[in-house]
C-alpha cells in the first residue's frame, strides 16, 4: 500500500515537473497544477494560495472552486483556516471545517458545500510562501500518507514559486519576485548611512531540480553529501584547537550528533522515495526546522535548531555544488547582507564594506562592535532582507533610522544622497577643529576621547582629534577566534595597540563577555535573562585563569610605560576588590619573574549598575578612574532591555530622575577626588554630550565619528549657563528636560 502511495505521488511530482518544464504563462501553471494535484488526490478541490504581501494571501488559482474568486479573495494572516496554516507553519486537517476554531466562511468562493478540509504550508527554508488546500463535499479525514504526501507537493510548489514559475505579465498575476521597490524597518546598531550594492554572504543554494526520476540515484546522492558532510564535522570536532577547550568541543558534539542523527536522514530517504530530489529533501527537512525554530520557546531548543539549519545549509552546499565562493566579484561599493555573521568573518571583508544588514543581531553583539571599530553603518532585525535581496542589488542603509531601501526608486535615492552629501559636508567642517580644544565660551573644558576594540581603530585616534582612548574592547580578540588566544599573542597585540597611541592613554578593559557576547568556545549559559547574568567580571572571577592570563598580558605590554586597567560591570565593592587584589598579585609575579614594570599604573571601575553608585565611599577612594557605562547604566535603571524595540526608546537619557542619579555619581567622584568618564552611545550625540558636560562629567568618550559634531557644539556654547537652565527646569518639576535644553540650544 505504501509502494503504491509512493508512485502515485511520484507520478504527480514528474507531471508538476513536466508543466515547469514546458512554456506557458504563470497562470496556466497554477491552473494545470490545482486540476492535477485534484485529480491524484480524488478531492473535488484544490486551492493555491499565495502571499501577495507580507500579511495578506491571496486565492491565485482553484479547481473546484468558483472561477471568479480567483485574485479576488483574499485573507490576511492568521484569518480562517488558510490564514491559520500560514501563521503556523503547521497543517490543518479536519472533517468538519465549519466547527474549527477560527473557520471564516467565503461566499464568493462556493466552499461551503465542501466541509473536509487539509491544508499545508507552502514554505521554503523559513519563507512563508503561501498555502495548497484541498477540500471535499463529503466528511472525510485525511490519512496520514495523504497530508504527508501533500506536504511533498508542497514543497515542489516552493521551489517552483522560488523559480518564478508562477509570474506572469498578467495585471492579475502574483507581483514579481526581487523586481520591485522595498523599504525594511529594521533597528539601529551603528549609525550612519550608505549606498551600495547587495553583496549576501551566503548566496542562497538554488534548487533547480526539485523533482527527482530515480529515487535510487537521488538515494545514492543522498548518502554520499551525507557522508561528506559527516567527515567534515568529525574533523572539526578533531581540530588540536580543542585540545583542552572542553565548551567548544560539547557545542560540537551536539553538532555532530545531529550530523550523525539516524531520524533525521531517514525523514529524508522517506522524501525521496515519495519523488522528490536530494536537494529538495533536505530543504524541505529544513523548512520543518524553521518552523519548529519559530515556535520554540526554549533558548537552548532554539540554538539546537540552529545547529541543524546550519547544518543542512552545509549540506545543500556540496549536493548542489553551490558553495560561498561563487566566482562572483565584490561589488564596488559592498553593502554585506546576511542572516547573522561572526566577528571573524566579518573582519575578513574589513573596510572593504560600506555597510552591514542582518535579519538577526543585536545592539551590542560582535557584529554590532566590529561595524562600530570599522565605522560603517549597521543595521540589524532587517525581516526577510536575505530572502528579497540578490547580489547586486541597489541597496540604502540608514543606520540613523534604522532603514533598509532594496532596489529604491529614484526620488528615495536622490533625497538619500543629499543627506551623505550633507554628512560629508559636515565632517569636512569639523575637519578643521581636529586640533582645538573642547573649550565652552565660559572655559570649561572637556576632554573627548574615542571608543576603540581593534588595530584597525587607532588611526582615527589622531584623524579624529581624540585625547586617547576612553574604552579598548579586549573582547574581540577573544571573540574572532575558535580558542582561547595566547598569552603571547595578546601581549603583542596590547603592545602595538599602545605603540599606535603615540603616548595618549588608553583605557583597556578586561574581557566583557557575556549577555550578547559569547565565545563560539564557551558552553551557552541560556540563561533567561543574560544581560543581568553571569557576564563580565563575574566571568572573570569565576574563570580566573582566563582573567590572570589577560593581565599578563597587559603588564607585559606595557613595560616601562602606563598601564590603565578597567573592570566591567562591576556591580559590588567586594568584586572590584577582588578583581585589584588579583591584578597586584599578577604584578608582584611579573616583578619576581624579571619582566620590566609599567611606568605607572591606573586602575578604574566601569560604572553600569545602580548598586554601585551608592558602594561606600571606600570604593570611590579605591578607584584611580570611574567610567560611567551609559548604554548599561541605562538600561538597568529604567528596567528597560535596549534590545527590545518596544521599550527601549520609550526612555530618555535627558530625563530629569536618569540626570539626578549622574548628578550624584558626579558628586561622589568629585568628594572622592577620582576622575570620571561617561562611555556609550549618548556621549557622541551632541545635545546629550553637552547635558553631561553641564552636570560636571568632564570627559567623554565615543566612537570617532561623532569627536567632531560633539566639539563643534561645545565650542559654541557656555556650559555653565546650561548648568543653570538645568537647574532651573528641574526645579519646576519637569520630568523630561529635553525641550528646555533644545529650546536654549537653538537660541545660541
Keep these: 500500500m505504501h509502494d503504491r502511495k509512493d508512485n502515485d505521488s511520484r507520478k504527480l511530482l514528474r507531471r508538476l515537473k513536466e508543466i515547469l518544464a514546458a512554456a506557458g504563462d504563470g497562470q496556466d501553471r497554477l491552473d494545470q497544477i490545482t486540476h492535477?494535484?485534484?485529480?491524484?488526490?480524488?478531492?473535488e478541490v484544490c486551492s493555491i494560495y499565495l502571499f501577495r504581501d507580507a500579511e495578506t494571501l491571496e486565492l491565485c488559482a482553484t479547481e473546484g472552486l468558483r472561477p471568479e474568486a480567483v485574485h479576488q479573495t483574499r485573507l490576511r494572516l492568521g484569518e480562517g483556516l488558510v490564514g491559520r496554516v500560514a501563521r503556523s507553519g503547521r497543517h490543518v486537517n479536519t472533517a468538519d471545517a465549519p466547527s474549527e476554531p477560527g473557520f471564516r466562511y467565503m461566499a464568493e468562493t462556493g466552499e461551503e458545500v465542501f466541509p473536509s478540509f487539509l491544508g499545508v504550508p507552502i514554505q521554503r527554508v523559513g519563507e512563508r510562501l503561501g498555502v495548497l488546500v484541498v477540500q471535499c463535499n463529503d466528511s472525510r479525514q485525511f490519512s496520514e500518507d495523504e497530508v504527508y504526501g501533500l506536504e511533498v507537493v508542497a514543497m515542489v510548489l516552493a521551489e517552483m514559486t522560488e523559480l518564478g514559475a508562477f509570474q506572469s505579465s498578467n495585471s492579475d498575476s502574483m507581483p514579481q519576485a526581487h523586481r520591485f521597490p522595498l523599504m525594511i524597518h529594521g533597528s539601529t546598531a551603528q549609525e550612519g548611512a550608505a549606498e551600495g550594492q547587495v553583496w549576501l554572504h551566503e548566496p542562497r543554494v538554488v534548487v533547480t531540480n526539485p523533482v527527482g526520476d530515480d529515487p535510487e540515484k537521488e538515494l545514492e546522492r543522498l548518502h554520499q553529501g551525507v557522508n561528506k558532510l559527516r567527515e567534515r564535522v568529525d574533523s572539526m570536532v578533531s581540530a588540536p584547537d580543542?585540545?583542552?577547550?572542553?565548551?567548544?568541543a560539547a557545542v560540537l558534539e551536539t553538532y555532530r550528533m545531529f550530523a550523525h542523527s539516524r531520524s533525521w536522514l531517514k525523514r529524508m530517504e522517506e522524501d525521496i522515495q515519495r519523488g522528490l530530489s536530494a536537494e529538495a529533501a533536505v530543504e524541505k527537512e529544513q523548512s520543518a526546522a524553521r518552523s519548529r525554530l519559530e515556535m520554540a520557546a526554549d533558548p537552548y531548543l532554539r540554538d539546537r535548531l540552529h545547529d541543524l539549519d546550519d547544518l543542512s545549509n552545509r549540506l545543500l552546499?556540496?549536493?548542489?555544488?553551490?558553495?560561498v565562493d561563487t566566482g562572483a566579484e565584490l561589488p564596488?561599493?559592498?553593502i554585506l547582507v546576511a542572516r547573522n555573521i561572526g566577528p571573524a568573518e566579518l573582519l575578513e571583508y574589513g573596510r572593504r564594506l560600506k555597510g552591514v544588514v542582518l535579519e538577526e543581531g543585536s545592539v551590542g553583539s560582535h557584529a554590532a562592535i566590529v561595524a562600530r571599530a570599522l565605522a560603517i553603518p549597521l543595521v540589524i532585525h532587517a525581516s526577510r532582507i536575505t530572502t528579497e535581496a540578490l547580489n547586486g542589488d541597489p541597496i540604502l542603509v540608514?543606520?540613523?533610522?534604522?532603514l533598509v531601501h532594496l532596489r529604491p526608486e529614484d526620488s528615495v535615492a536622490t533625497a538619500f544622497r543629499d543627506k551623505i552629501a550633507m554628512q560629508?559636508?559636515?565632517?569636512?567642517r569639523y575637519a578643521s577643529l581636529r586640533n582645538l580644544p573642547a573649550t565652552g565660551i565660559c572655559g570649561t573644558t572637556v576632554q573627548l576621547y574615542m571608543n576603540a576594540g581593534l588595530m584597525a581603530d587607532l588611526p582615527s585616534l589622531e584623524g579624529s582629534g581624540a585625547e586617547g582612548v576612553g574604552l579598548f574592547r579586549t573582547e574581540l580578540q577573544f571573540l574572532i577566534r575558535n580558542h582561547v588566544p595566547r598569552r603571547g599573542e595578546l601581549a603583542e597585540l596590547y603592545r602595538h595597540v599602545t605603540d599606535r597611541a603615540m603616548g595618549k592613554p588608553v583605557m583597556f578593559r578586561t574581557l566583557d563577555i557575556g549577555s550578547d557576547?559569547?565565545?563560539p568556545y564557551m558552553k551557552p549559559q541560556d540563561e533567561p535573562n543574560p544581560a543581568m547574568g553571569w557576564r563580565a567580571i563575574r566571568v572573570g572571577l569565576d574563570k580566573r585563569g582566563v582573567l590572570r592570563m589577560q593581565l599578563q598580558a597587559l603588564i607585559r605590554a606595557s613595560a616601562g610605560r602606563p598601564l590603565h586597567v578597567m573592570f566591567p560591570f562591576i556591580a559590588d565593592m567586594s568584586e572590584y576588590e577582588d578583581a585589584y587584589r588579583i591584578l597586584m598579585q599578577e604584578l608582584s609575579r611579573e616583578q619576581r619573574l624579571g619582566h620590566e614594570m609599567p611606568s605607572d599604573i591606573r586602575v578604574g571601575a566601569m560604572l553600569e549598575t545602580p548598586?554601585?553608585?551608592f558602594a561606600p565611599r571606600k570604593f570611590f577612594e579605591m578607584c584611580d578612574f570611574v567610567s560611567i557605562g551609559g548604554n548599561d547604566l541605562k538600561q538597568f535603571f529604567f528596567a528597560a532591555d535596549r534590545e527590545n524595540e518596544r521599550v527601549r526608546r520609550r526612555y530618555d537619557t535627558l530625563n530629569t530622575a536618569f540626570l539626578s542619579l549622574l548628578g550624584q555619581i558626579v558628586e561622589r567622584c568629585e568628594e572622592a577626588r577620582v576622575p570620571l568618564s561617561f562611555c556609550g552611545e549618548d556621549a557622541g550625540r551632541p545635545i546629550e554630550a553637552v547635558t553631561l558636560a553641564a552636570l560636571g562629567i568632564r570627559r567623554l568618550s565615543m566612537r570617532p565619528a561623532s569627536i567632531g559634531p560633539v566639539k563643534h557644539l561645545i565650542r559654541r556654547v557656555s556650559i555653565s549657563e546650561l548648568r543653570k537652565v538645568i537647574d532651573e527646569a528641574r526645579d519646576s518639576g519637569l520630568t523630561n528636560l529635553r525641550r528646555p535644553v533644545t529650546e536654549w540650544l537653538a537660541r545660541q
Excluded: C, F, W, Y
Excluded at 242 to 248: F, I, P, R, T, V
Design 317 to 323: 552546499r556540496i549536493l548542489t555544488g553551490q558553495g
Design 242 to 248: 580543542l585540545a583542552g577547550d572542553s565548551d567548544h
Design 398 to 402: 540608514d543606520g540613523d533610522q534604522g
Design 517 to 519: 557576547k559569547v565565545l
Design 332 to 334: 564596488a561599493r559592498p
Design 611 to 613: 548598586s554601585i553608585a
Design 424 to 428: 560629508a559636508e559636515a565632517q569636512n
Design 36 to 43: 492535477h494535484i485534484a485529480d491524484s488526490m480524488g478531492t
